[in-house]
């Protein structure tokens, strides 16, 4: 990873960082591996919980095995169309989001986190970029520790620090 893919985008009157990648698959499959516990601690996590309460606790497992719980409410589930919730994270919160789009039997998902303010997003971006290009190579059956935070962090941070301070 040498450039950033991430954009800021006003929705809603809000900043947002907004990222995409494309897959060749159908929205329902790429829709399982964005929200099935045991499909998302192959890049990034599992959840606990029963999603029809509207809240479950995630545990970021592709940072470490024994991460704490962050407790995940979720306001939208629409699939395999649209996802939308809130956790949080430290001492804020964030509002986070994708969208699936299917054209043909390829997937673009569309990936957002509101920014608030003040939030670093000189850290926020290639980390983002990092956890996609994990769900990238667990995709195309690559494991996900081949992608090396390395490349994305501290390396695009000046890039994103720039892409907010023009927005």
């Known amino acids: 990873m040498t450039t950033i893919t991430g954009t800021v985008t006003a929705i809603d009157g809000e900043p947002n960082l907004v990222l995409t990648r494309t897959f060749p698959a159908s ?15 192959r890049w990034i996590g599992r959840w606990e919980g029963d999603p029809a309460t509207g809240q479950v606790d995630f545990f970021m497992t592709a940072e470490r095995e ?28 964030w509002h986070l989001w994708f969208e699936l789009d299917e054209q043909s039997g390829t997937t673009t998902l ?26 990238v190579a667990v995709h ?14 501290p390396a695009l941070q000046p890039e994103y620090e720039r892409l907010v301070a023009a927005g």
Request: net charge negative.
């Open 27 to 41: 929205a329902s499959q790429l829709w399982r591996a964005l929200t099935e516990s045991t499909q998302l601690e």
């Open 66 to 93: 024994d991460a704490e719980a962050e407790r995940y409410t979720i306001l939208e589930c629409d699939p395999p169309r649209r996802f939308a919730g809130d956790t949080s994270q430290g001492a804020g919160n």
């Open 110 to 135: 569309t990936f957002g986190q509101r920014l608030n303010p003040g939030e670093d997003v000189g850290s926020i971006g290639p980390g983002w970029e990092y956890y996609l290009d994990r769900l």
């Open 140 to 153: 195309e059956g690559r494991d996900a520790a081949t992608v090396d935070w390395d490349e994305y962090f």
